[in-house]
């Protein structure tokens, strides 16, 4: 099993619509999850950090942590066109960052 | 806000040649990174440290060393490079070992 696991997508979601991305990792003791947004050529951009379970909301964005089920989830609401790009999430496991390999998000005007 | 910046965007370089990526955070982090990221591969640690003169061997380590003489600057060395080395390179810092900044990237290819 992979470390984190997400879908490469891509996932297309009309604009204006609630964008979700998941994601599951597989080591029980990781205690810090992330999201990074990374656009075509350019390099991630931490957007949201997680650490507790339950959900945490920044604007438009909300993550979601479910410890038991090893499973952490981005929600972009009234998602726009600028939100096209690809979304990492990284799990901290042993202080050590892994990343999976990312979902491609594509917004349709 | 932080700051991590890359010495070149676009590096074009021969096989053989001795390449050096250079990196400076402005934020005083002791942690930096070194990852490159491929179509397919994501994102790979090569190297990392946590303090100066401190260096630790990431996941693929391999044809690369790297150099921290001073907190805020860490550069990635190709001593031979080879065509499979061709790659974007991301720097990045953290002042926890989790929240990582990364820098814009340092595109380089080995013909």
């Known amino acids: 099993q992979k470390e984190v696991e997400q879908n490469s997508g891509p996932l297309s979601v009309p604009e204006g619509a609630i964008a979700s991305l998941n994601c599951t990792y597989s080591d029980r003791v990781s205690q810090s999850f992330f999201w990074y947004r990374q656009y075509s050529g350019k390099s991630p951009e931490l957007i949201m950090s997680i650490y507790s379970n339950g959900d945490k909301e920044d604007g438009r964005f909300t993550a979601q942590l479910n410890k038991a089920s090893q499973y952490v989830s981005l929600l972009i609401r009234d998602s726009q066109p600028s939100d096209s790009a690809t979304y990492l999430c990284a799990v901290n496991r042993d202080d050590k960052i892994i990343f999976g390999k990312g979902t491609r998000l594509h917004i349709l005007p | 806000d932080v700051k991590v910046t890359q010495s070149s965007r676009y590096l074009v370089k021969r096989t053989g040649e001795k390449v050096f990526l250079e990196c400076v955070q402005d934020?005083?982090?002791?942690?930096m990174f070194w990852y490159r990221q491929d179509p397919g591969l994501g994102l790979r640690l090569i190297y990392f440290?946590?303090?100066?003169?401190?260096?630790e061997k990431g996941d693929i380590p391999e044809g690369y060393s790297v150099s921290r003489e001073k907190k805020e600057r860490f550069s990635l060395i190709l001593e031979s490079a080879s065509t499979n080395q061709t790659s974007m390179y991301l720097c990045?810092?953290?002042?926890?070992?989790?929240?990582?900044?990364f820098g814009p990237g340092t595109r380089l290819t080995v013909l």
């Open positions: 990045a810092s953290s002042f926890l070992r989790d929240k990582k900044f």
């Open positions: 440290s946590y303090d100066v003169k401190m260096k």
């Open positions: 934020m005083d982090h002791e942690n």
